[in-house]
């Protein structure tokens, strides 16, 4: 197949490369950052020179991209992709999205006979790299068997929620889980440590007790060594992405207390100027606030 590949930053990168290492599958890719764009031509991929050349001739074309605004001017801008796909093409996001601008830009597509899959990713840069990240996949049935092929050679896990939306739906409940653990995570290791408690020991303890998740482990791993940039997910990213899952919750009425929480927490930590940091950086806020720190 013939993929054009549209984002490859912490995420898109290492997904684009993994088609190109795994598969026969040929890949034209566009970013705004050469550099980005040199980490896939050097293993085989072909450079486009803009979003339309990304887009003509492409079996697929997928977008991995940070905001839905950017999501949007690459689809529906001028010069997008929207602009450039025709007949027998399938358009995938694999950003996480806002569930309203998937519906805008499915219906934008449909309107040219054009199918479009909400494909977002979870298991973060580790899992990216090691092609283990789990894709929940919204859209017509037959436009996700027929992408199953190229998706699969960059994830070990694809699943097939339901209808357009669905994937984002699923992407957005996963993330607020996360993003809570983290807060809960960084309030306990705060607490244990201003209690005396080597924070090495207590997170060798918690690692193998019922507080244990995935999110523990890896903020954990980050918090200890003070380690909060480069980001391997931004705090600006999960900030939005928790965003959504609030509106999400206003649109249906359902109450996310846990969610607001933490919410707020990723806003204090983004007003010290942490945005660009790692979304583990929430860490931060405890430390200023109690004057102490968490770290091996
Ligand atoms: P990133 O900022 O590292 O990468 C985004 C890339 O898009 C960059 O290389 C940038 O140059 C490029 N870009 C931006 N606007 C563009 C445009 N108009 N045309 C072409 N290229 C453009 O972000 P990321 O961490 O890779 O995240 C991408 C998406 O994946 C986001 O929606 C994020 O929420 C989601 N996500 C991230 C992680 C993570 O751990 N980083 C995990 C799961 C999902």
Redesign the pocket.
Known sequence: MKVGF????????PMCRNIVKRSNHQVNV????PA?VKSCTDLGATAAKS?ADATRGADVVMT????PR?VE??TLGDGGILASIGPGQTYID????APSMVKKIGAAMAAKGITMLDA??????VG?EAATIAIMVGGEKKAFDDALPVLKSFSANVIHMGALGTGTAAKLVNNMLAFCNMAAAAEGLMLGVSAGLDPEKLVEVIANSSGNSNAFKMFSQRALKGQFTP????LD?AH??LHLALELGDELDVPLPQGTATHNLQRMARRMGLGGADSSAILSVYETVLGRTVRL
Do not use: C, E, R, Y
Not at 120 to 125: A, E, I, L, R
Not at 231 to 234: E, I, Q, V
């Open positions: 549209i984002g490859v930053g912490n995420m898109g990168g566009f970013d705004l950052n980005a979003v991995s991209l940070p905001m950017d001017a690459v694999l950003s996480t999205n977002p990713v979870s298991g973060g840069t990216a980001p391997s997910f931004a990213l939005k992405d």
